[in-house]
């Protein structure tokens, strides 16, 4: 009579630290760790954990193993607010529960030998893992941070993939090897395969659809187009402004006599074709302060005319009076004229806006900004150098919501640039999971994107996701990168034509495959 219980408590603790095991696998997978290898295994834990307990148990081991990774992944936060990061981990753990639950409800535990019907159900797996990474990143106002296919930025051959379904394809590919991998793992350690040899047929398809994966990607990269014009001259920016944004500890000073000496050194780089200052460099509204604005004519002047493309504030009345501000990108011509503004279109929960601020009026304590921005609502395209090779704008994490990028690329833009300002968060860490999100960007749309920041990771990258000429963070300086616009007679790649068909299907066969299991499950209970 006390025996059972102390076991039973045994065996729920062995299951808590499987699926808090899985989280700290997931977790070492992404920046700063960079142990890639870790999330084509990291899942099998969390698998073990959930099979054969009931539904609910295994959600909050999903949860519990979501919230360790997402906690220790997101940890950067602190830096902008405590409360506002805890709740958004614990809030993104949430969307683990369907894989967890989804494990549990195999009514055989995992333990049959059948290869087609354990190829089928992982699968089944990697489609509720896809399908939840999808709701993730656009229930509520979205936050696609780090899906786990991400964790593989660097494996440029591998993740070439993600031109036909996104992320949500590399992850799917991960899950599915973890699922299959963890089949084997379990039939051995239940006695099922025994000592004789048997075709592990679940393995296989996991291994050979990983080698499809890597040949379509070296083919992709060897047999990549030639260049059909002269690339661009592009000068980035980086003066390492310490919390720039939060004006109340900023020096504007500081940041007019940084941003003027780096402009000054790099302006007279021969055939410079544009300068580029990140997201909110000036300290003000440039459209309506005469100091940031002689400064921005100044330094074209001083580059004998050469563009530029200025991250800044903005503000606008409305007809009451009341003053809307924006998070904006100015491009001035050689001529010093405003040519086009962009509004930045995605804001960040707690960092930008306040949500039910006006309703709820602690929920301000939990972000350090005073007042929200307003989004913008549509793409602008930048027609430098000519109309046939436009150029959009990303701000901030704009670059890790895949739908802007490839509604700019649909609209005309041949190239990407990403102002960011990553100054508020770890830079050693959250700057370079930004980094690694943006990657894919380029290769979903196949356009090059450069990078500027005002500390983080200022660099270029090529549509295929190589990362080149990085600027170390916590420095200031500037370089100069190559940039060759994407020509009009590209073909449109399948994500680009398609958005997010792929994830939009693992949604519908995931919540179809949960609602059939737990009706299955119903009856046989009954």
Not at 292 to 297: C, E, F, G, P, Y
Request: with cysteine.
């Amino acid at each position: 009579m006390i025996s059972a219980p102390k076991f039973q408590i045994s065996d729920f603790k062995l299951r808590i630290a499987g699926a808090a095991f899985s989280g700290m696998l997931l977790f070492f997978s992404f920046p700063p760790f960079h142990f890639a290898f870790c999330g084509w295994f990291a899942l099998i834990p969390l698998m073990f954990a959930c099979t054969g307990v009931p539904a609910r148990r295994a959600a909050w081991l999903g949860w519990i193993s979501g919230a360790v990774f997402f906690i220790s992944t997101l940890y950067w936060l602190r830096n902008v607010t405590i409360p506002g990061g805890l709740f958004l981990a614990l809030y993104c753990a949430l969307y683990l529960i369907p894989f967890a639950v989804f494990i549990s409800l195999r009514c055989d535990n995992w333990r049959s030998a059948s290869g087609i019907k354990n190829i089928l159900w992982s699968a089944g797996a990697a489609a509720v893992w896809a399908a939840a990474e999808y709701a993730r990143a656009i229930f509520a106002t979205g936050f696609p941070w780090n899906m786990l296919g991400v964790s593989q930025y660097l494996q440029t051959p591998l993740i070439q993939i993600a031109e036909l379904g996104g992320v949500y394809l590399i992850s799917a590919l991960m899950v599915f090897t973890n699922v299959s991998s963890g089949v084997t793992v379990l039939q051995y350690a239940a006695g099922i395969r025994g000592k004789k040899y048997r075709m592990h047929t679940e393995l296989m398809a996991a291994l050979i659809l990983v080698a499809a994966a890597w040949s379509f990607g070296f083919h992709r990269m060897i047999n990549r187009p030639a260049p059909v014009r002269e690339p661009l001259h592009v000068a980035l920016i980086q003066p390492n402004i310490p919390e720039v944004g939060n004006w109340d500890l900023a020096d504007p000073e500081l940041i007019y006599e940084r941003l003027e000496t780096l402009t000054s050194f790099a302006v007279i780089t021969p055939n410079l074709d544009l300068v580029i200052w990140p997201e909110t460099a000036l300290p003000d509204f440039v459209r309506f302060s005469p100091r940031s604005a002689d400064l921005v004519k100044k330094m074209i002047n001083a580059g004998g005319g050469v563009p530029m493309l200025v991250g800044s504030m903005d503000v606008r009345y409305t007809k009451t009076n009341e003053p809307q501000f924006y998070n904006a990108s100015f491009f001035f011509t050689g001529a010093g004229k405003l040519q086009s503004v962009y509004y930045k279109q995605h804001l960040v929960l707690f960092g930008e806006y306040i949500p039910f601020e006006n309703y709820i009026p602690f929920i301000a304590a939990l972000t350090p900004i005073e007042s929200s921005f307003r989004p913008g609502r549509e793409t602008v395209l930048f027609p430098f150098p000519d109309a046939e090779h436009c150029f959009s704008v990303l701000i901030c994490f704009e670059d890790v919501l895949p739908y802007l990028s490839w509604r700019a690329v649909k609209s005309g833009a041949a190239w990407l640039i990403n102002q960011t300002n990553d100054s508020w968060f770890d830079p050693d860490s959250g700057s370079v999971q930004h980094l690694a999100n943006s990657v894919f960007r380029c290769i979903e749309t196949r356009r090059p994107m450069l990078r500027c920041t005002n500390t983080g990771m200022t660099c270029a990258l090529s549509p295929y996701g190589e990362i080149s000429r990085t600027l170390a963070a916590r420095t200031e300086g500037f370089q100069v990168v190559s940039v060759t616009p994407a020509p009009p007679e590209l073909p449109a790649t399948f994500y680009v034509r398609h958005g997010d068909l792929f994830a939009q299907a693992c949604l519908l066969t995931g919540v179809a495959l949960l609602i059939g299991l737990f009706i299955q499950r119903k009856k046989s209970n009954a």
